[in-house]
């Protein structure tokens, strides 16, 4: 499974800009970073002159927009999906996912805190990763001023560097995840490996993505 650490805090606390600071560190650092915004409106991005939502309103279940440098997804649900849930749903490769709220999730959490705005914390200390905070807090995690990034950057590198394994499964079956043992990883691994065609270019698989899909 990917790492996921949710950066939260009070409205207006600076959760983006701390977020764009991070992303722009990581990416330096050579780490492949995925971002999961939480929002609380309808049709946050996929607006009514947009031709993505006249796709969607005729019955589209996925619309796609491809330019010349990027690619956007939109999809309808009824429900907020969880950042494990969109992992599986986009099955790329990156390193970790950083999401912006999510703060009733469980994934571990950097909260960031203004003194101006009172000294509650929104975290539950189970789930508390780090504070960033222009004032000392009496809680038992690493605390960071705003302004020390490449010290926010390493405690996410490392817990990217410890979840990473040689070689990852992600096994989703209907949307839902499935925990992979070693033993299945490691025979899985060696059984695709052997069977696959020798790619192009240097002949090394970085990563795999197999879809089966039976009729009901």
Do not use: C
Not at 73 to 89: L, N
Request: proline share 5%; no cysteine; hydrophobic share 35%.
């Amino acid at each position: 499974m990917h790492s996921i650490i949710s950066i939260v805090g009070k409205s207006h606390s600076g959760k983006t800009t701390l977020l764009e600071s991070l992303i722009a560190e990581l990416k330096q650092r050579g780490h492949k970073v995925a971002i999961v915004k939480h929002s609380h409106h309808v049709n946050d991005l996929d607006m009514a002159s947009k031709d993505t939502w006249r796709f969607t309103k005729a019955g589209s279940e996925i619309s796609v927009i491809n330019s010349l440098d990027h690619l956007a997804i939109y999809r309808r649900t009824e429900h907020y999906f969880d950042p494990q849930e969109i992992s599986s749903f986009v099955l790329w490769d990156y390193d970790i996912i950083l999401t912006e709220g999510f703060k009733g999730s469980n994934y571990p959490k950097i909260e960031v805190h203004r003194g101006e705005q009172g000294k509650e914390l929104l975290t539950d200390p189970q789930q508390l990763l780090a504070v960033v905070t222009d004032e000392p807090l009496d809680v038992n995690v690493p605390q960071f001023s705003r302004d020390d990034i490449a010290g926010i950057a390493g405690l996410i590198e490392n817990t990217i560097n410890t979840n990473r394994r040689e070689d990852d499964i992600d096994l989703v079956v209907n949307g839902a995840s499935i925990p992979v043992s070693p033993p299945l990883q490691e025979l899985l691994t060696r059984t695709l490996l052997a069977m696959l065609p020798i790619p192009q270019g240097n002949g090394e698989v970085k990563n795999l993505h197999i879809s089966l899909r039976r009729k009901s």
